[in-house]
C-alpha cells in the first residue's frame, strides 16, 4: 500500500501492513518510493503518514482506545 510522508509528500510503500492496522503500533515499516533504486526499509511514527490524497489514517489505525474516547 502506498502512503504519503506528510511533511515532505513522498511516496512510501508499506512494508509491514499488520504493524500499520495495528492501533497499539506507533511504527511502522516502509520503503520510500524516490529515485530509481529502491531505499532501505526504515522504521517511521504513522502520525507522519497520510494517504496520498492527504487524508489521515483512520483512527482506528492510530489509537488503540479510540472506542473508549467515544463514550
Known sequence: MFLKESRTGDLVD??????????????VTVQYQSG?????????DKQQLAFPSGEELPECWVNGYYKQCQR
Not at 508499506?14 to 511504527?27: R, T, W
Not at 530509481?36 to 517511521?44: G, K, Q, R, S, Y
Open 36 to 44: 530509481e533504486d529502491l531505499a532501505d526499509p526504515v522504521n517511521i
Open 14 to 27: 508499506v512494508v509491514d501492513m499488520s504493524s500499520l492496522i495495528n492501533p497499539f503500533s506507533q511504527q
